[in-house]
Structure formats: C-alpha cells, structure tokens
C-alpha cells in the first residue's frame, strides 16, 4: 500500500522566486512541509526544499526535545522520497518514517504524528523483504488505530485504517467488512465533515468487490460531497480509472472521462492520459496518440503515456516512431512487467 496520494498521492507550491534559508523563519519552512493530506497546492521544489530542511535541521538542534522540528523534518524526507529515484528515494522513506517514529515516542498523544507515523510506514512497504513487510504493515496500522484512539474524528487515519482492512491479506487482519465500517464511520461524522473521504472509501470497496452499480452511486455522491479533501475531479479520476482498469469498460468510462476533462484543471496530466486510454481503448489510436503526446510533453517519463504511444503508433504504422519510444520504455523502466513486451515489440519492428 502506497501512501496518500491519493494520488496522491500529485499536488506542489509554486514560488515565483527563489527561496534561500535566510528567507526563511522555522515556522514558514514548518508550513512549506506540514501540509494537509488532503493540500491541492504542489510540493517545494527542490531548491526550496533545500532551504526549508536547512532551517528545520538548524532549529531542531536548537530545540533536540521538540518534537514538532523532527516531525517537520520527517515530512521534508517524505517530499525528498517523491522527487528521488531508487536507490536514494528508498533512503529518504526510511529517514521518513525514523523521524516518525522519534516525534510519536516525544509526543505520544499527537493524532497527525500517529497518522504520518502510519503512512511512512505503508510508504516503505515495497523496499524491504517480506518479513520486514509484515512488521511494516502492522506498525503502520498500529499508529492509524492509535491516531483514531486519541481523536475519532481523524478522516485521514480512518480512510488510511480502511485501506489497509481492503488491501491487506485475511491471515494479516485484512476485511471488506471492516474497511466498510470505517468508511461508514467517516460518513457519519457531523458537519459533512466526513462526506467527501467516506464516498470515496465505499466506492473503492464496491470496485474491490467489483459492485459497478454501487461503485457509480458512490462515485456520483462524491462528486457533490462535501467535508476535508472534498474535489470532484477526484471522484471522477478514480470512477475513470476503475472502470478503465477493473471492470475493462472503455464504453463506461467514456462519459465520466469527458466530465473530467472539464472539470479538472488545464495542466491535469492524468485528465489527459485518462482521455488518451479511453479512446485507445476504443480503437481511436488517431485521437488518443495527441492526449500522450501532450503529457509526454510535459514529463517524458510518463510510464502509462509512453506504453499507450507506442502502441497507437505501432497501430497506426508509424514504426521507427513506435519503436523509439518501445526503446525509452525498456530504458526508463527495464523492471516494469511490459518491458519484456516491448522488447518484443522492437524486434519485430526492426524486422529482427
């Protein structure tokens, strides 16, 4: 389970100048890292998060037994880890989730650090052995469990104790039935505070279970609801997606794609790929191969974006074109399952 992406899991600050250390008091490099789960506005860019980790760093030497500076820094490494790669993105997880983990121990009674204590730990799942998964898993749900215990109304511990019940094996403690009662939990909270998040959890169940017809109620709900993280063109990314990739329904997804392209902003790169897939799942490679065009534009390791041009291309006979980005498949991502494929595909194309 990867941690909040929620797509997170996507979202940064926009700096019109740039930021030096010395521009920055502790508390404004605290607010550039700390932000809600649920922020729309994107992430430091480097050189600012540079500048925000060198305060942090300065004030919790100043400071060894607040637990406020570690957990700050805690979130800068989490930042880190989304704009590293590999091995040096592994690192910073890690760094993450002891800066956690030494914040909960300084401040026990502190819900967020309960819940970020969490979500470092899901977030390093994939980077160590099965064993140590194990460990991870049930420390991370400890600290939801333990986030909910000092404040029930906590939507993000909730939503996150959900995800593990969903996704989590029934030997480990995993359950639809108790991913659904927190997702009706969170529905219950007063003043619509829990709306929004509770639709979204019910609706991945009802996907999970594939329930299409309680999938699109909930997804529908949500796309209305109000309460923390509430944002239309969330419900919709994930009704697209899960028809596109669970229930294989190019048909379906049409409709709810094209409310996404309206609703979502101008520079929304998964709009666009979601476009792209929809109408190449269609069979309409000549209106698709612009959408991946477009986001490969902007980031050309777009991994999806990459994989649905060259195969609009190779469709459309656009061969040395097809076989290009087959090659920049294989060389961005020589462990993805379809680089086998793609390989294939450049020998064949090359007549090999």
Known sequence: MRRFDLAIFLLALVSVVRVSASDLTPEAAFGMVARSPWSREKPPKPEELAAAREVLEAQAAKEPG?????FALGRAASIEADQAKSDAAADKRKDALARFERAVE?????ADYQFWLGNAAFDRVDDVGMLSKMSLASEGRKAFEKAIAIDPSHVAARVGLSQFYLGAPGIAGGSAAKAREQGELILAMPDHRGDFQGR??????????????????????????????????????????????RKKDAMAALPVVERYIKAAPADDLTALFLDGEVKRQLGRCVDALPRYEQVLAK???????????????EQLGQKDAARHDYEEYVRRFPDDDRSKEAKAAIKRLSGS
């Open 299 to 313: 980031l050309d390791g777009a991994r999806g974006s990459r994989w649905g041009a060259a195969l609009c291309r």
């Open 106 to 110: 300084l401040q026990p009674g502190n």
């Open 200 to 245: 979204m959890v019910l609706a991945g169940i009802a996907a999970h279970e594939e329930n299409w017809t309680e999938m699109a109620r909930q997804y529908a709900a949500a796309e209305t609801a109000k309460g923390e993280g509430a944002e239309p063109a969330n419900a919709l990314r994930s009704n697209a997606w899960n028809l596109l990739n």
């Open 66 to 70: 607040a637990a406020k500076w570690i």
